[in-house]
């Protein structure tokens, strides 16, 4: 039959592929069977010999504040998110563990997904943290013997990945263990090739550093020009309305709605000296809906969107496989804003061209109709001041969403176009460095791979 694949094992390899008997098909498919008999065959070492795992505590959920220790959580794994933009826990919270502190190159891997693609995602710790910082539990941290950046690119290849993606049990939520960590089979080449995928490593994580300060630099100017730069919300308890100006206008009677930070918010764009417009009227939404006439697609999910640059990546999935709200058409240049959680600023240009390129519906996704610069939207509602303002339509607590019409009718500032073309060019720069960082580490994870299958 067509598209039917077959395996046949034998009862001694199930026995010996895991220290639980699976007898689930979907371990024993092909690509991930030819995978464990090439580095069976290899004799490569498993992660326990050349590396140390160490999982993270789970600490006290009201230890969380604005200060103290920086900690990680799997939300900033996921996301890829900087050391400056995790949460923090007290001081006393920290020092119970103190040994669960990160150093120079720890490797953290996520221990839980919702999906199998994006289980074990990594985050390099690059160079020697300027403070102490640590990292919460459902996260590991890998301690390499070995060169440690080799290793972060080793993780990535597909011979590590087909062992990760077939080892996440679970069923609304996929999870890997300390044990399945510990045995993965680990591709180990010469020093001296370790040691150039290192400086490819190094090299790459430069311009990632040159590409977060201009962008740095972007939005400095940005504020500056709106008088923002320093601003903090008025957190004020009590605000006082009439009802003609509140809910006969806008139908809530919900207090959060009203807090006066979004009143004051809105008083600043709206007397920004040369003017406001509303989105709707500067951008054109795209509302196109794929038709799925191929087999896979090149997918864009919230969880894709890197929350603290402002980049996207996306995954090849099978039309089978795709999540239902998987329908709109994505193309070069067109802008998304996350609907979902709007206060992360998930909001990314799609900087490449790609085929077959479809994202969540969860998104807004805008193109460019006047000379208002979409860098400068990009920025603009990544800003503290949009986020906190976009919760001003939230609705719902636990997955809290705004619609489509919100972000819509949202007004921005018209800045001057001198002010907006050095605020682009500034962003494409950051957005070029970005590409060429990541351009070396794909060639890393390249050069490793061809590097595996010549021995």
Same mark, same amino acid.
């Given at each position: 039959m067509e598209g039917l694949e077959i395996s046949e094992v034998r009862l001694s390899e199930v026995q010996l592929s895991h220290k639980d008997i699976r007898v689930d098909a979907e371990f024993y498919q092909r690509k991930y069977l030819d995978n464990r008999r090439y580095l069976n065959e290899k004799s490569?070492?498993?992660?326990?010999? %050349?590396?140390?795992?160490?999982?993270?505590?789970?600490?006290?959920?009201?230890?969380?504040?604005?200060?103290?220790?920086?900690?990680?959580?799997?939300?900033? %794994?996921?996301? @890829?998110?900087?050391?400056d933009s995790w949460n923090k826990i007290t001081i006393k919270e920290y020092n119970k563990f103190p040994s669960n502190a990160l150093g120079k190159n720890d490797i953290l891997i996520g221990a839980t997904h919702h999906n199998y693609w994006d289980l074990g995602k990594l985050l390099l710790i690059y160079n020697q943290p300027q403070y102490e910082i640590t990292y919460n539990q459902r996260i590991f941290n890998i301690r390499a013997r070995i060169n440690q950046l080799f290793l972060f690119i080793v993780l990535q290849t597909s011979f590590v990945r087909l062992q990760i993606e077939i080892l996440g049990r679970g069923n609304n939520q996929l999870n890997l263990s300390k044990y399945d960590l510990d045995n993965l089979q680990i591709?180990?080449?010469?020093?001296?090739?370790?040691?150039?995928?290192g400086k490819n490593v190094d090299c790459a994580y430069q311009y990632l550093s040159k590409s977060k300060s201009?962008? @740095?630099?972007?939005?400095?100017?940005?504020? @500056?020009?709106?008088?923002?730069?320093?601003?903090?919300?008025?957190?004020?308890?009590?605000?006082?309305?009439?009802?003609?100006?509140?809910?006969?206008? @806008?139908?809530?009677l919900d207090a959060e709605y009203y807090q006066t930070k979004y009143d004051e918010i809105e008083n600043i764009i709206k007397n920004y000296k040369n003017g406001t417009e509303i989105i709707g009227d500067l951008f054109t939404q795209n509302t196109e809906v794929c038709d799925f006439k191929e087999e896979s697609y090149n997918y864009i999910e919230i969880g894709d969107i890197n929350i603290s640059d402002g980049t996207a990546k996306y995954n090849l999935i099978s039309k089978e496989e795709l999540p239902d709200n998987a329908k709109r058409v994505l193309h070069k240049n067109d802008i998304l804003i996350s609907k979902v959680r709007p206060y992360r600023g998930a909001v990314s %240009?799609?900087?490449?061209?790609?085929?077959?390129?479809?994202?969540?519906?969860?998104?807004?996704?805008?193109?460019?109709?006047?000379?208002?610069?979409?860098?400068?939207l990009q920025i603009l509602l990544r800003t503290q001041v949009y986020r906190d303002w976009l919760l001003k339509w939230n609705v719902g607590s636990s997955y809290p969403v705004i619609k489509d019409e919100d972000i819509?009718?949202?007004?921005?500032?018209?800045?001057?176009?001198?002010?907006?073309?050095? %605020?682009?060019?500034?962003i494409q720069e950051s957005f070029a460095l970005k590409a060429e960082s990541r351009r070396l580490l794909d060639q890393a994870k390249l050069m490793v791979e061809r590097e595996i299958e010549k021995e």
């Open positions: 490569y070492p498993k992660l326990s010999s %050349i590396a140390d795992t160490f999982g993270g505590y789970a600490y006290a959920s009201d230890a969380f504040g604005c200060d103290g220790i920086s900690i990680a959580t799997i939300a900033d %794994i996921n996301a @890829s998110m900087p050391v591709p180990v080449l010469s020093d001296s090739f370790q040691l150039q995928i201009l962008y @740095s630099k972007a939005e400095d100017i940005l504020l @500056s020009e709106l008088g923002l730069k320093d601003w903090q919300p008025n957190n004020a308890p009590v605000n006082i309305k009439q009802l003609k100006e509140s809910f006969l206008t @806008s139908g809530r %240009i799609i900087d490449f061209d790609d085929d077959k390129l479809i994202g969540s519906g969860a998104f807004t996704v805008l193109h460019e109709k006047t000379t208002y610069k979409k860098e400068v819509l009718n949202l007004p921005i500032p018209i800045l001057p176009m001198p002010i907006q073309e050095t %605020i682009s060019a500034k």
